[in-house]
């Protein structure tokens, strides 16, 4: 019998799981449920931000450190694919390793275009900014007010295209992981999606 080693540890496992959920939430209540996207979408964000904690002080395989990888290291399984022997690893490999740091990047970036997006829509949440008192002349404040609104629906659009293009990227990225764990999978004769249920792979 094969011995089996603890990769994932609860919080990895808990945390790949509900993002995925949540991430399908969001991306299916954006344009029908705006209380459901939004909460999600908050949540998403605090998750980030636990996930890169864990980064730092978390269990082995869930540190930076053991799966951000070099630039040769990265070259050198790729090689291993295309030569149809790559090396094996208990956690993260190369690509895997990329493709978590670049999950992160984009969910930030989604979840701080759609917070400025709400602030600039709807004057809602952490990133709303508080309405300011000026001291000018009627007629001043007038134009200025114009202005204001020639300028929010700039901005409106500019973080929507934003918001939207970085959920575009996301989505890519969650198909060619997809793609990349199935591949992986077959390489080296194992599940991938089991262990990350169990958080035990085969040694």
Known sequence: MS?????????????????????AISYISAEEIEWLHVYSGYTIAALIVLRVIWGLIGSRYARFSDFV???A???????????GKPTRYLGHNPLGGLMVVAFLVMLTLIT????KLYAVEEGKG????????HLISQAYA????????????EGDE??????EFSVNLMVLLILLHVAGVVLSSR???ESLVKSMLTGFKEK
């Open 3 to 23: 011995e089996k080693v603890y990769v994932w540890d609860k919080f990895v496992r808990l945390f790949h799981w509900v993002l995925v959920a949540l991430f």
């Open 73 to 83: 290291t990265t070259k050198a399984y790729i090689s291993g694919i295309t030569s």
């Open 112 to 115: 701080l275009s759609g917070m």
């Open 126 to 133: 952490p990133l709303a900014v508080a309405p300011q008192i």
């Open 158 to 163: 500019f973080w929507k295209e934003i918001h």
């Open 187 to 189: 390489l080296h004769n």
């Open 69 to 71: 990888p070099s630039v």
């Open 142 to 153: 007038h134009e200025g007010h114009e202005h204001e609104h020639e300028g929010e629906g």
